[in-house]
C-alpha cells in the first residue's frame, strides 16, 4: 500500500447534514483527507456548524468512525470562506438538502473551484432529474 498512488488524494463533501457528515467520517475511514462544507454561521466563528456536525459525529451509535481520533482528517470549512479549498480535490460529494434551486445555487458558487480532473457526485435523492437540470459543463456523476 505504501508506494502505490491513490486515486483521490483529497476529497471534499459540501453539507454536513445527516449523509454530509457521515459521508466525510466513511472518507476520512478510509485515510483520505476530507473537507467538510456547511454553511457559515451569522454570528461569532463562522465555521460554527461545521464543527458542531464533526463533534456529532463522536456522539453517533453505531460510530460511523473506525476510531474517533480520525475526526482529525476532516478539514472544517464554509462557503463564504473556503471555496478555494475545493481547487485540489479529486472528489467533490454534494449533499445538501433535498431543494433543486438550493443545488443549483451551491453548483453556480463552486464551478470555478472544480479542478479539471475532479469527480463531482451528488449524493441527491431526486437523481436523473436533477443530474439533467444543472448547467455544470464538468462531468458530474
Ligand atoms: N437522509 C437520508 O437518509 C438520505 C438518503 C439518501 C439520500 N439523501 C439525500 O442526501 C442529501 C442530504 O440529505 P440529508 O438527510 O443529509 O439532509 P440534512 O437536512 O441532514 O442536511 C442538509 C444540509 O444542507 C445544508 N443546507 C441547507 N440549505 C443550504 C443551502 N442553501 N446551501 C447549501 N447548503 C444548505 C444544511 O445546512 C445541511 O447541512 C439530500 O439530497 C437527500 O435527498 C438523504
Known amino acids: 500500500m505504501k508506494n502505490q498512488t491513490k486515486l483521490v488524494r483529497r476529497a471534499a463533501v459540501l453539507g454536513a447534514g445527516v449523509m454530509g457528515a457521515q459521508i466525510a467520517a466513511h472518507l476520512v475511514n478510509s485515510g483520505i483527507e476530507t473537507v467538510l462544507f ?16 464533526i463533534a456529532g459525529l463522536k456522539k453517533l451509535k453505531p460510530s460511523p468512525l473506525g476510531f474517533s481520533q480520525v475526526t482529525k482528517l476532516i478539514i472544517p470549512a464554509n462557503y463564504d470562506q473556503h471555496l478555494h479549498l475545493l481547487d485540489d480535490c479529486d472528489l467533490i460529494i454534494e449533499a445538501i438538502g433535498e431543494r ?36 455544470l459543463t464538468h462531468r458530474a456523476i
Not at 39 to 53: H, Q, R, S, W
Not at 113 to 129: F, K, Q
Open 100 to 135: 433543486m434551486d438550493w443545488k443549483k445555487d451551491l453548483y453556480d458558487k463552486i464551478e470555478n473551484h472544480i479542478g479539471e480532473n475532479a469527480i463531482l457526485a451528488t449524493n441527491t435523492s431526486g437523481g436523473i432529474v436533477f443530474v439533467a437540470s444543472i448547467s
Open 38 to 53: 456547511e454553511l457559515a454561521a451569522k454570528e461569532g466563528d463562522p465555521n460554527t456548524m461545521v464543527k458542531k456536525a
